[in-house]
């Protein structure tokens, strides 16, 4: 099946079938599609925490509207970005490059002195915006995998982002949470959007072209 129809297939579960499980293989599959989303300057400014314990999913349940989801999917996918630039991070990812390239030590310098140089000087707060923006990029393609597999998700942003990083202690790993992506099998039978129609707004009107 195309990638099309798979997303076609696709729809934010609202109910899922707790005794069915993601299968370590295919949970690796998804997580992978995230690590290879493209990123601005290539730094993966996002990492993804992955929650199969039913305890954990338990105790996060709270911070979500649909608790019932949570607790009962097969596995809670948390990205979460880093919660500021630092020169470390930066030196760390091009090291790696230049590494894995064989390339020259310090072949990157005077681009990684350029973006040192925009990221640095901005607040806390402003480098959260942008690497939080990144991680949606893997969000994205996470959702696509999936559907691909044919394993049903829902992703969620409205949810209490602090109880969320205090339980899975991500202030200490320098992140912070942007979204959750829920993953396992649908009940169709209790969930009351699985034989609704699919709705978007037409092509013709959601591309607008310039030729």
């Known amino acids: 099946m195309s990638l099309i129809e798979s997303l076609k297939w696709r729809y934010a579960t609202k109910k ?3 005794t069915k499980k993601v299968s370590q293989e295919d949970i690796d599959k998804i997580v992978e599609a995230a690590c290879l989303a493209p990123t601005s ?3 993966q400014q996002f990492r993804v925490m992955v929650v ?4 954990i999913k338990e105790k996060l349940a709270p911070s979500v509207l649909n608790q019932e989801a949570m607790v009962d999917c097969s596995h809670v996918l948390v990205f979460a970005a880093w919660d500021k630039y630092t020169a470390e991070r930066i030196d760390t990812i091009y090291n790696r ?3 894995e390239r064989n390339l020259p030590t310090g072949r990157f310098d005077s681009y990684t002195d350029k973006i040192k140089g925009i990221y640095l000087n901005e607040t806390p707060e402003q480098n959260f915006v942008h690497t939080a923006r990144q991680s949606y990029i893997g969000f994205a393609m996470a959702i696509a995998q999936a559907a ?3 394993i049903d998700s829902t992703p969620a942003e409205g949810f209490n982002n602090e109880l969320v990083d205090d339980l899975l202690s991500l202030e200490s790993k320098g992140l912070k949470s942007v979204t959750l992506l829920y993953l396992g099998y649908r009940d169709a039978e209790g969930d009351w959007l699985s034989s609704m129609k699919k709705v978007r707004n037409p092509i013709e009107e959601f591309a607008i072209e310039y030729k």
Not at 52 to 55: D, K, L, T, V
């Open 16 to 18: 899922y079938n707790p």
């Open 41 to 43: 300057s290539g730094l």
């Open 52 to 55: 199969s314990n039913q305890e």
């Open 97 to 99: 490059t230049t590494k």
């Open 148 to 150: 691909e597999l044919k």
